[in-house]
C-alpha cells in the first residue's frame, strides 16, 4: 500500500521536506540572534544615555576614538564654529525619519587649538543637488554645546558609499579621519551629534535629531517562533498527505474490488 513513496515525484516531496525542516529551523535562530542582538542594543544605548554627562575630550582624542560603549553619550564642549570648513552629508534623512536631505557638520574649535566635528542637525535638499545648499548659520563667538559622542561613520558599519567626485563640500560620511587634511585645526576623532547649544541660537537653526529609539525591539522573536511553526508543520502536512493518498488508494482497491471484471492495477 506504501510503495507509492518510492516513485518519483513522492520521493522528491520528500526529499523537499528533508531541505526545508533543518533550513527553517536555521532561520528561526538567525531571527533569535537577531532579536538577542536588537536587546543587547537597546541596553547599551539606555546606559549611554543615562551615564554622566563629560565633557567631550575625556572620550576622544587626537588618534584616539571614543571606545564602543560609549556611543550615545553625553558630551559637553566650548569653542567656535569654524564655518569656513563646515560641510554637508548628503542623503540623509530627515527627523520625520522619511524627507531625504544633509546634515550640516561643522567643525567646533576648543580652548587648546583642537577641533570636533559637530553635527548640528538636519536641513532640506534643494532642488540643485550639484550646488552647496542654503545652511542657516551656527551662533558666533564662543558657545557651549550639549550632544551624544559618536564614533566616526565608516562604509564598512554603515554600509553608504563612500561615493567620489562629489560637489565642493559635500561628503557621504561623517569621518574626522577624511576630513583632517581640509580642517585647519587637530580633529579630535568622531563627532557630536548636537541636541543643545548655549546661549540659545536665535533665528533658524538645523533641525536636531532625536533621541536613538531604545525601547522598540522588532518583529525578530515573531518572526523566529513563525519559522520554528513552519518547520513543524513540515513533517505534520507530509503525514496528511501520506495519509490521504492512502485512503485515495484504499478506496480505489474497494471500488474496483466490487466491479469483478474491472482490472486492477497493483497499488
Known amino acids: 500500500m506504501y510503495r507509492f513513496l518510492l516513485s518519483r515525484q513522492w520521493v522528491i516531496l520528500t526529499l523537499l521536506a528533508l531541505v526545508l525542516i533543518p533550513t527553517m529551523i536555521k532561520l528561526g535562530f538567525w531571527q533569535l540572534h537577531r532579536h538577542e542582538s536588537r536587546v543587547a542594543r537597546n541596553e547599551e544605548v539606555a546606559a549611554s544615555l543615562a551615564a554622566p554627562t563629560v565633557p567631550v575630550t575625556e572620550l576622544t582624542g587626537k588618534g584616539r576614538k571614543p571606545a564602543s560603549d560609549d556611543k550615545f553619550r553625553t558630551v559637553t564642549a566650548r569653542g567656535t564654529y569654524d564655518t569656513a570648513h563646515e560641510v554637508v552629508v548628503r542623503h540623509r534623512t530627515g527627523p520625520d525619519r ?44 564662543r558657545v557651549g554645546v550639549v550632544g551624544r559622542i559618536m564614533p566616526d561613520e565608516t562604509t564598512e558599519a554603515s554600509g553608504i558609499k563612500d561615493t567620489k567626485g562629489l560637489p565642493d563640500r559635500q561628503v557621504m560620511l561623517i569621518n574626522s579621519h577624511k576630513l583632517a587634511d581640509e580642517v585647519d585645526h587637530p580633529l579630535l576623532s568622531g563627532y557630536i551629534q548636537l541636541t ?30 513563525q519559522w520554528w511553526l513552519f518547520a513543524a508543520a513540515v513533517p505534520v502536512g507530509w503525514v496528511v498527505l501520506v495519509r490521504r493518498e492512502v485512503k485515495e488508494r484504499r478506496t480505489a482497491v474497494d ?5 469483478p471484471n474491472a482490472v486492477t492495477e497493483p497499488v
Not at 204 to 216: I, T, W
Open 98 to 141: 522619511d524627507t531625504i536631505g544633509y546634515f550640516v557638520v561643522t567643525p567646533l574649535v576648543l580652548e587648546d587649538g583642537s577641533a570636533i566635528l559637530v553635527n548640528r542637525g538636519w536641513i532640506r535638499a534643494d532642488r540643485d543637488l550639484t550646488a552647496y545648499p542654503k545652511v542657516p548659520a551656527p551662533p558666533k563667538g
Open 196 to 225: 543643545k547649544t548655549s546661549p540659545k541660537p536665535a533665528g533658524k537653526q538645523p533641525e536636531v535629531l532625536p533621541e536613538p529609539d531604545h525601547s522598540g525591539i522588532g518583529p525578530h522573536m515573531a518572526y523566529a517562533v
Open 255 to 259: 471500488a474496483a474490488a466490487e466491479q
